[in-house]
């Protein structure tokens, strides 16, 4: 008896008849699934793409929409800064953490304006101006943004310049992105299939994928995949088995996703043997407004700093949760995360930028906030002290905040709980949870052309992903933009690859 939700491959033997006949499908579409359609679709292949939901976008039509993009891009150098591919893979090498794929990263950049034309050609618009100053998504529609290039240790390993391009749209831009790509796809006569969720897949007699067992309505159908399967299915933060296996620190915490993020592509690869990378990696979203943090502090359950409050947003919540947070559960008070803030640094971001954050606690003195936070006694009284003295000698010796963000904190303060949640201008309800907004980065390991490899490094034929069910640039870091960056790149790579398999 084959269990339903097994991801067994079934023998082409066994299938009598295809419903379905296609050259090469893509399951999933988000970013990376339109990508991978409308380079396979232009390469002269006939194209299917099946999603679980019932319509495109997924998470990429969820996001930001911001992609990493540098190198010289039109839109860096109307904005005043110039760029190369090598000082942009210099920063992404230490910015994506350890085991970042060198090789990958390498590509990306090299390619980088070039993929910049492509989407605008795809339709995707870019304004040539620049937001600047440390935000998650920034309210305007400004097409270029600081993602930590200037932020300290990066200044010392690159030059600095902003590459986090933004389509044109005010606050969350995903939804545009995604009208753009699907709309590209479909000018190539890739054809959809919605509510439709791919099971497991078929492989020929010499281990070779050529279609999928998907599931619609209750009904079992099969497709024939003449040339390819592009899994461009997302990650797994959804499936909870799949986070206490392989990222147990994970569980419990606010889920980035459209709920759809099950792991199912990464799953049936594995049946076949494919080989994984990096699945306890995770980028961690803090719930702090990126402009009030730079203007403050950021402390820990002990009431110390421990990270240059300026930096990528992304980093402050990595290592809050891999580093300060030894024991791995959010449980209890042990693993506070305070932003502290004077009037002035909090005054100073205006008030619809600030997502509806307000201060936990009020205070006089550091010594009276310290009481209401329940932080350790003296801990706070010394961290302000010695936080007002770098920020008076305008150098700030312990993390390299920049001397831009710099200025002693005077009464009143206020401390604002993480865990009491942001909540951005389009979305609606109560964010209260650990503080903590999560989503995986480990996935299949796949080559420059997005062909899954096996454990022993060789491609499986017929089989390719991109987007968050492959591993893609990333090792044990993470910066916005990188997901649909990389995403569409090498989905790009993953079509024309698909396409020309016969």
């Not at 591919?85 to 992404?92: G, K």
């Not at 010796?397 to 993480?418: E, G, M, N, Y």
Request: glycine share 14%; proline share 6%.
């Amino acid at each position: 008896m084959t269990l339903r939700n097994s991801v067994t491959p079934r023998s082409a033997g066994e299938v009598g008849h295809y419903d379905i006949e296609t050259d090469v499908l893509v399951v999933g579409y988000g970013a990376a699934g339109a990508s991978a359609a409308y380079e396979a679709g232009l390469a002269g292949a006939n194209v299917l793409i099946i999603d679980r939901a019932g319509g495109p976008g997924g998470a990429s039509a969820m996001s930001g929409g911001e992609i990493y993009l540098g190198g010289g891009t039109p839109i860096q150098a109307a904005c005043g800064y110039d760029d190369s591919p090598e000082e942009m893979a210099a920063f992404l090498k230490a910015a994506l953490g350890v085991g970042a794929d060198a090789a990958k990263i390498d590509e990306y950049s090299a390619g980088s304006v070039e993929h910049f034309h492509w989407l605008v050609d795809r339709g995707v618009p870019f304004k040539p101006t620049m937001w600047d100053a440390p935000t998650w998504v920034p309210p305007t529609d400004d097409g270029l943004m600081w993602l930590g290039e200037n932020s300290w240790p990066f200044t010392e390993l690159a030059k600095p310049a902003p590459r986090g391009h933004r389509p044109t749209a005010n606050d969350f831009g995903g939804k545009l992105l995604m009208e753009c790509l699907s709309r590209a796809a479909e000018s190539v006569g890739a054809t959809t299939l919605f509510d439709t969720y791919a099971a497991t897949l078929i492989t020929s007699d010499d281990g070779a994928v050529v279609g999928v067992v998907a599931r619609r309505y209750g009904k079992e159908l099969t497709i024939q995949a003449r040339r390819g399967v592009i899994l461009t299915t997302g990650g797994f933060v959804d499936n909870d088995a799949m986070l206490a296996t392989h990222a147990p620190q994970l569980l419990g915490h606010t889920k980035v996703s459209a709920g759809t993020d099950d792991g199912s592509g990464i799953r049936m690869a594995q049946s076949l043997g494919a080989a994984v990378r990096h699945m306890s990696a995770a980028q961690v979203g803090m719930s702090l407004i990126p402009g009030i943090a730079a203007r403050g502090m950021v402390v820990n359950a002990l009431g110390r700093r421990f990270i240059n409050e300026d930096t990528y947003p992304g980093r402050i919540g990595q290592s809050a949760l891999f580093r300060q947070n030894m024991g791995g559960s959010w449980a209890g008070d042990d693993t506070a995360i305070w932003v502290i803030v004077d009037e002035e640094g909090f005054e100073d971001v205006p008030e619809p930028q600030r997502w509806g954050v307000q201060p936990t606690h009020v205070a006089e003195t550091p010594s009276e906030l310290e009481q209401l936070t329940a932080l350790p006694a003296g801990s706070l009284v010394e961290t302000i002290h010695r936080y007002n003295e770098s920020a008076t000698a305008g150098l700030d010796l312990d993390h390299h905040k920049s001397p831009r963000w710099l200025r002693p904190l005077t009464p009143p303060f206020a401390a604002i709980d993480v865990k009491a949640g942001i909540r951005p201008p389009s979305e609606s309800g109560d964010r209260k949870g650990t503080g903590a907004s999560v989503f995986t980065l480990g996935g299949l390991h796949t080559d420059l052309d997005g062909h899954v490899l096996n454990l022993n490094g060789a491609p499986i034929p017929g089989l390719f992903a991109a987007g968050r069910a492959a591993n893609g640039l990333h090792g044990f870091g993470y910066i916005s933009g990188t997901s649909l960056g990389d995403g569409t790149f090498f989905g790009r790579r993953a079509g024309t690859a698909a396409a020309r398999c016969h």
